[in-house]
């Protein structure tokens, strides 16, 4: 038994321009609650790759540097300067590392890697020190 596709035209064109993005926006904001398996759900799924595929070329997000990827975690686990001291040795190694005073070693990013469930790429990045 073969399965035979029906194709519904959709009218859908790469987005080269801010004022193409700015329509597939509208679209898919008009479509985005579509009924799973209706010809506007699958527009929205083609228009939602055009879309981030826009973005990601023309709006790129840069992740941040090792020390604010630190800050947002801890926040994000509820922890205090303090309950980083096994990791960066000290309460003053802990203040001078997330205040950019020092820079982080092999072993604190091995520890923080563990502690924090952070990637050890991203930990290695270099950022600047404050004086």
């Given at each position: 038994m073969q399965t035979q596709f029906k194709f519904q035209k959709m009218e859908i064109k790469p987005i080269k321009t801010e004022t193409d993005y700015s329509q597939a926006l509208k679209r898919l904001e008009t479509i985005f609650s579509a009924e799973i398996g209706t010809?506007?759900?699958?527009?929205?799924?083609?228009?939602?790759?055009?879309i981030d595929e826009y973005e990601k070329k023309h709006y790129p997000i840069?992740?941040?540097?090792?020390i604010e990827a630190i800050k947002i975690r801890m926040e994000e686990?509820?922890?205090?300067?303090?309950?980083?001291?096994?990791?960066?040795?000290?309460?003053?190694r802990v203040s001078e590392i997330l205040n950019r005073k020092r820079k982080l070693t092999v072993e604190m990013i091995r520890k923080l890697t563990?502690?924090?469930?952070?990637?050890?790429?991203?930990?290695?990045?270099?950022?600047q020190l404050t004086r």
């Open positions: 010809t506007e759900s699958d527009e929205a799924d083609v228009l939602g790759l055009l840069e992740a941040p540097d090792p686990m509820q922890l205090k300067q303090s309950d980083l001291v096994n990791e960066l040795g000290g309460k003053s563990a502690r924090l469930n952070l990637s050890p790429g991203l930990l290695i990045n270099d950022y």
